[in-house]
């Protein structure tokens, strides 16, 4: 490795890093700075463009569900102004739950494809990818009884997020990527493609 990719590898891993701590504190203004204008967000609760995703991030925010967002390991994939950032995290998430308040672990990958233009590397594409999450009780004598049907209308690495979302009125995704299946195999294959050249 090189000094200038160890830079450019530096400089992604800041960004992914940035984006975690101005998201969870509210910080838009700098928030806003780690996407290019054209960037879109896929998140189980709504895939847009970058703009709206923010505006109900922090309508969001203001009513006081907030996400933490805990970031791991990373792997970086470079080919000169583009690259594709794999990092280990977990999201976590409270909220009432069938009349418990509750804590959603929600741990799997953020799938980033990055680019650099005009000097600034910044997010094109944000893509979790959910490996697996639990629920569990904020006070440990309750327990929330859980619908099974509910439960299980959406994938195992987050049904227990998902029914807390929809639990809040919000409309979930039922075939985000997970560790393995057809829908990360395509997340992967859209990667490679974009990475050599491709458009999105």
Known sequence: MNATEALDRLAIRELVENWAIWR??????????????????????????????????????????VSHHFMGGQSIELAGDRAISQTKMTISS???????????????????????????WAIVLRQPIYEKDRIDAVDPTETPKLDPERLEAYPPGYRHLAYLQTGLGLPVKKDMPGMTGPEVEALYTRGKTWIAGGDL
Request: charged share 30%; net charge negative.
């Open 94 to 120: 409270r909220a009432e739950v069938e009349g418990v308040l509750c804590d959603v672990s929600c741990t799997g990958r953020f799938y980033d494809l990055i680019e650099r233009r005009d000097g600034r």
């Open 24 to 65: 969870d504190s509210g910080d838009w203004k700098n928030f806003r700075t780690c996407w290019h204008d054209d960037a879109v967000m896929m998140a189980t609760w709504q895939q847009s463009a970058v703009a709206e995703f923010i505006e109900s991030a922090k309508a969001s925010f203001g009513m006081g569900r």
